[in-house]
C-alpha cells in the first residue's frame, strides 16, 4: 500500500481493439511486419515498462462497441501480469470472424468517469468510428475537463488508408467491421478519395491543437 502511494503519476493506457485495428494484416503479422493492434500492444508493453521503472501507476482499458477491459492504475506485479494477460488475449481476437465496431464516444465517455483525475492518458486508435468528429471531440473534452493529460496515438496505413493505392483494376473491398462489399475500380475513385482522408486528417490534427491534444502519427 505505502510503494502505490508513492507512485508519482497515473497513465491509462487506452486500446481501440475494433475490426480496423487488426488491418493491414489479419493472419500472418510479425514484429517486423505489425499490424496496428500488434504495434499499439507492444508499444504499451514498453510504456508499462518504462512506467515500472518510474514507480508510476498503470492502468489499461480495451473498447470496440463497448468498453471491453478496464482496470484501474497500479503498481503491482500482480496487477501488471493482468494486464500482459489482457493484452494477449486482444492479439488472439479473430476479428474475421468476430466482427467488432468502433464506439470511440460512448467508450471514451464512460473511462473519463472511471479515472482519476490529473492522469496521463494514452490513446491507440486509427480514428475509424461510427462517431462524427464533434462526437469524437465532445469525448476527448470530457477527458481535458477531468485535467488529464491525453496523447493521441493515430494509428495508419497511408498506401492503401490515406494514399488509396491500389491496382488500377476491379477490386471487392470489404468493411471488416459490418461485412459490407463494395465493388469499384479504385482508380476511378482515388483522387476523391485522397482529397476527403486528408481532409479528415487535418481536421482531426486541427481539433487535437485546438484541445491542447497531442497528436502523434503512427505509420
Do not use: W
Amino acid at each position: 500500500k505505502k510503494y502505490e502511494e508513492e507512485t508519482n503519476l497515473r497513465c491509462q493506457l487506452i486500446i481501440d481493439s475494433s475490426s480496423s485495428m487488426y488491418y493491414p494484416d489479419f493472419k500472418s503479422t510479425t514484429l517486423k511486419n505489425p499490424n496496428k493492434i500488434l504495434f499499439s500492444i507492444i508499444s504499451a508493453m514498453s510504456l508499462m515498462n518504462l512506467l515500472k521503472k518510474q514507480r508510476d501507476a498503470v492502468g489499461l482499458s480495451s473498447y470496440s462497441e463497448k468498453l471491453n477491459i478496464h482496470t484501474l492504475a497500479k503498481t503491482t506485479m500482480r496487477h501488471h501480469q493482468l494486464i500482459y494477460h489482457e493484452l494477449e488475449k486482444i492479439l488472439r481476437i479473430d476479428t474475421l470472424k468476430e466482427r467488432r465496431r468502433s464506439s470511440f464516444s460512448s467508450s471514451i465517455h464512460h473511462i473519463a468517469e472511471r479515472i482519476h483525475k490529473r492522469s496521463l492518458i494514452m490513446v491507440f486508435s486509427d480514428m475509424i468510428t461510427d462517431d462524427n468528429l464533434e462526437s469524437v471531440f465532445s469525448a476527448f473534452k470530457h477527458l481535458k475537463y477531468k485535467q488529464h493529460e491525453v496523447i493521441l496515438f493515430y494509428l495508419v496505413e497511408p498506401k492503401t488508408e490515406l494514399d488509396f493505392s491500389f491496382k488500377n483494376q476491379p477490386h471487392k473491398f470489404i468493411d471488416v467491421e459490418t461485412g459490407e462489399e463494395l465493388k469499384l475500380n479504385p482508380a476511378q475513385f482515388k483522387e476523391h478519395y485522397q482529397k476527403e482522408s486528408k481532409q479528415y486528417l487535418k481536421d482531426l490534427k486541427l481539433q487535437c491543437l485546438k484541445h491542447k491534444i497531442d497528436f502523434v502519427t503512427i505509420d
